[in-house]
């Protein structure tokens, strides 16, 4: 999903990574690290990579608040995922053009 380059370019700080302990389809935990947030409309979305393998395709989480906390949330709704991934996609072709 992700084409981002960590090099001196990219907008995030290297040295405090946020991470993230996932769990996939098959139970498996992976370690994600936050790179990328952007909003659509009144939503805000968070891309992460797999730490261990940052050339894996990255994952979108929507992000919502719970009392203070912010939390990490699946896209369940085909309709909210197209339209994510829509606005993600002009976000990465304006970032390398």
């Not at 990219?10 to 909003?39: K, P, Q, R, S, W």
């Not at 979305?45 to 797999?50: C, S």
């Not at 992000?63 to 976000?91: A, C, Q, T």
């Amino acid at each position: 999903m992700s084409d981002h380059v960590h090099d001196e370019n990219c907008n995030h700080d290297h040295d405090e990574e946020a991470v993230f302990i996932v769990t996939d389809e098959d139970g498996n935990e992976h370690e994600m690290v936050l790179v990328y947030t952007f909003e659509t409309g009144d939503q805000a979305y968070a891309v992460l990579l797999d730490r261990n393998d940052p050339e894996d395709d990255g994952v979108i989480f929507r992000i919502e608040e719970d009392g203070e906390d912010e939390v990490l949330v699946n896209i369940e709704s085909d309709e909210e995922w197209e339209r994510v991934m829509k606005v993600y996609e002009e976000l990465v072709a304006q970032e390398e053009g």
